[in-house]
């Protein structure tokens, strides 16, 4: 508690807001995909809806990071979590490919508004100095909140039968579930205050713009490239396992709750193995040793083997994120960073559209094994221009960012 008093009192709010959704969001996750095909869904059908929020994203990706410049972080953030408060309300009660599509819409486009926020509200709410300790802290919240909801989310479906059935399909009660939490994060998020923006005149994009052009480009080739990498398995983890080794509900929340733990500890180590070697170097290591893993996971032939391996990998691979994320926005003039962050935003989702739908086509033919190889190829690809790109400039001082505004975050 004593190192959150040192953040402004909007980032505390965020991080409560943050937090529900973190807890939100892993129980939906564990279950959307066995509630779908519970439901009678093929999975070309399951498919086609983890790609529909990329490929709604797409849409709106540009178009609203420049809105949230000129409006501020708050507004979309509310907009955001009410809209997936709605769709997932939708989700829970559906099964047919309309109201899940539109359910699922609902959601894809709440959750662009809400990340496209997220990193420059942090960027605008702590010291240059404490900017990279704000970002680990934020990603940490949010995987232990995973943790939390992975945890109470395996014992969700067996609740639930007791209770009395809600929904169509035993998954339908704790999806439903998360739609409270989510209306319940609007809390913290309408304490937040936030001070009046600039207009937008005075902060032109085309002149700024120009310089970020080839750092954006590079920044947004491994986003692209590991968006379809982690569309093509990562949201399937749950199935394979729940198909390859048989494991029961609770164990699978047991083990993705473990993953989120480790992965919430390990972030908060990755800005001190940066001060040693650098933020890039940092994010190239993890990642490579999370393919490693990925890799072993995926030829594994025992759950204990594979679960350790999926453990770890996921340990791995998330805990620099926050540190690449945080050295984009600090390449990036304040007042293009909604900008910059969409189109970051954009790149993941485009590769996420293309990687979801090819999956369900791809799982049928070569199963999920096959799957997971090939998101180890685009990580490791990624990683590696990542690398390439960008540890020079990690190394070069970089632009002054403005002062702090203390806005809120998104």
Same mark, same amino acid.
């Given at each position: 508690?004593?190192?959150?008093?040192?953040?402004?009192?909007?980032?505390?709010?965020?991080?409560?807001?943050?937090?529900?959704?973190?807890? @939100? @969001?892993?129980? *939906?996750?564990?279950?959307?995909?066995?509630?779908?095909? =519970?439901?009678?869904?093929?999975?070309?059908?399951?498919?086609?809806?983890?790609?529909?929020? %990329?490929?709604?994203?797409?849409?709106?990706?540009?178009?609203?990071?420049?809105?949230?410049?000129?409006?501020?972080?708050?507004?979309?953030?509310?907009?955001?979590?009410?809209?997936?408060?709605?769709?997932?309300?939708?989700?829970?009660?559906?099964?047919?490919?309309?109201?899940?599509?539109?359910?699922?819409?609902?959601?894809?486009?709440?959750?662009?508004?809400?990340?496209?926020?997220?990193?420059?509200?942090?960027? =605008?709410?702590?010291?240059?100095?404490?900017?990279?300790?704000?970002?680990?802290? %934020?990603?940490?919240?949010?995987?232990?909140?995973?943790?939390?909801? =992975?945890?109470?989310?395996?014992?969700?479906?067996?609740?639930?039968?007791?209770?009395? @059935?809600?929904?169509?399909?035993?998954?339908?009660?704790?999806?439903?579930?998360?739609?409270?939490?989510?209306?319940? @994060?609007?809390?913290?998020?309408?304490?937040?205050?936030?001070?009046?923006?600039?207009?937008?005149?005075?902060?032109?994009?085309?002149?700024?713009?120009?310089?970020?052009?080839?750092?954006?480009?590079?920044?947004?080739?491994?986003?692209?490239?590991?968006?379809?990498?982690?569309?093509?398995?990562?949201?399937?983890?749950?199935? *394979?396992?729940?198909?390859? *080794?048989?494991?029961?509900?609770?164990?699978?929340?047991?083990?993705?709750?473990?993953?989120?733990?480790?992965?919430?500890?390990?972030?908060?180590?990755?800005?001190?193995?940066?001060?040693?070697?650098?933020?890039?170097?940092?994010?190239?290591?993890?990642?490579?040793?999370?393919?490693?893993?990925?890799?072993?996971?995926?030829?594994?032939?025992?759950?204990?083997?594979?679960?350790?391996?999926?453990?770890?990998?996921?340990?791995?691979?998330?805990?620099?994120?926050?540190?690449?994320?945080?050295?984009?926005?600090?390449?990036?003039?304040?007042?293009?960073?909604?900008?910059?962050?969409?189109?970051?935003?954009?790149?993941?989702?485009?590769?996420?559209?293309?990687?979801?739908?090819?999956?369900?086509?791809?799982?049928?033919?070569?199963?999920?094994?096959?799957?997971?190889?090939?998101?180890?190829?685009? *990580?490791?690809?990624?990683?590696?221009?990542?690398?390439?790109?960008?540890?020079?400039?990690?190394?070069?001082?970089?632009?002054?960012?403005?002062?702090?505004?203390?806005?809120?975050?998104?």
């Amino acid at each position: 508690m004593r190192g959150l008093r040192r953040f402004d009192r909007n980032v505390r709010l965020f991080l409560i807001a943050l937090a529900l959704h973190g807890f @939100s @969001s892993a129980i *939906y996750s564990l279950w959307f995909n066995l509630h779908v095909l =519970e439901g009678g869904g093929s999975r070309e059908l399951l498919g086609l809806l983890n790609a529909l929020p %990329s490929a709604l994203a797409l849409g709106i990706g540009l178009p609203a990071g420049r809105w949230i410049d000129q409006i501020g972080r708050r507004p979309a953030m509310l907009l955001g979590v009410l809209l997936m408060g709605l769709g997932t309300i939708g989700v829970g009660l559906g099964t047919g490919p309309l109201p899940l599509g539109l359910g699922v819409g609902l959601i894809g486009v709440g959750y662009n508004l809400f990340v496209i926020a997220h990193a420059p509200f942090l960027a =605008e709410n702590a010291s240059e100095a404490e900017r990279a300790a704000l970002f680990a802290l %934020s990603s940490a919240v949010l995987f232990w909140a995973g943790f939390a909801g =992975e945890l109470a989310g395996g014992a969700l479906p067996d609740l639930f039968r007791v209770l009395g @059935s809600v929904g169509p399909t035993p998954y339908a009660g704790p999806i439903l579930f998360t739609a409270l939490i989510d209306f319940a @994060s609007l809390g913290p998020l309408l304490a937040i205050r936030e001070a009046p923006r600039a207009p937008m005149a005075a902060r032109p994009m085309r002149g700024q713009g120009r310089p970020l052009r080839a750092p954006v480009f590079h920044m947004a080739v491994p986003n692209f490239l590991m968006g379809i990498g982690a569309a093509l398995s990562i949201p399937f983890l749950n199935v *394979y396992f729940h198909e390859r *080794y048989g494991l029961s509900d609770e164990i699978l929340g047991a083990l993705f709750a473990l993953a989120s733990a480790l992965t919430g500890l390990a972030t908060l180590l990755a800005p001190a193995l940066a001060r040693g070697i650098g933020r890039i170097p940092t994010v190239a290591l993890t990642q490579g040793l999370s393919v490693i893993f990925l890799i072993g996971m995926a030829l594994a032939d025992q759950a204990p083997l594979a679960a350790l391996a999926m453990i770890l990998r996921g340990a791995l691979m998330n805990m620099a994120s926050p540190l690449f994320t945080e050295f984009c926005m600090e390449q990036t003039p304040p007042a293009e960073r909604a900008t910059v962050s969409s189109i970051l935003n954009l790149t993941w989702e485009a590769g996420w559209m293309i990687g979801a739908a090819l999956s369900g086509l791809l799982q049928a033919r070569y199963g999920l094994t096959a799957m997971l190889l090939g998101t180890a190829a685009l *990580y490791g690809l990624g990683t590696l221009h990542q690398y390439l790109a960008f540890a020079p400039r990690d190394r070069a001082p970089a632009p002054q960012p403005a002062p702090a505004l203390r806005r809120p975050a998104g």
